[in-house]
């Protein structure tokens, strides 16, 4: 079986659509979606409605913009543009759209050797994994081999290695190639982040996502070019803060 996986995809419809199509030719059966579906960008309704309507089985769990749009954090923390975002999305949402989000699990969803969460095992809405040293520390907060993470919107995969010598663990980062699938098979376990469809963070502005090919146990990273200007100028129209605009053409 593949599986689709979709990660923070921040109301970006011209990039869900992108990555939509570009996955078609996998034949995946199900999608697992790492959260923050909405926030940031101008498509939040259609961005559900895409996911709702989608013909296969859908997993997925609540992120922290998913959150604060549902008034169950305090935007306090967030900076001034992803708040105005957050007040826009707000006034936006169709009801049962955000009757959708509140039915989202804030804990993390475990799919056979998976754990599906968004910023940690430790702390599912809030932890960010940007460095080895966090992502050993999560290794003992999950019993599966695997765990899915997003938030960081940064493709990456922590490995966890055994030291030959000293028989110590320790935790190290690879950045996945769209030219190269990781072998799932083997003896170490590993968090793994497919990157952001909406709003990548990694100086590639195309958009990330990854597919889970369960049979041959590979993680297969994949890119895709979108039509960023036409987010642009929905944001535009939308009255969006120029900086959360700007920052698509970087991805960053
Ligand atoms: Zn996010």
Redesign the pocket.
Known sequence: MRVLIL??I?ANLAALEAVLEDAEQFDYEEVWCL??VV??GPNPNECIEQLRRLPTRLVCVA???DWAVLGRLDIADFNLEARQAVEWTRRQLRADHRAWLEELPDYPLIRGRFTITHGSPRHPIWEYILTPSVAHSNFEYFDTPYCLV??T?VPVIYQLVQDESDKREHCRALVPTQEHPIALAGPHRLILNPG?VG?PRDSDPRAAYALLDLKEELWIHRRVAYPIELTQARMREAGLPERLILRLSYGW
């Open positions: 990660s923070d921040h959260g923050d926030g940031y992120g922290n913009h997003g938030h919107h952001s709003q």
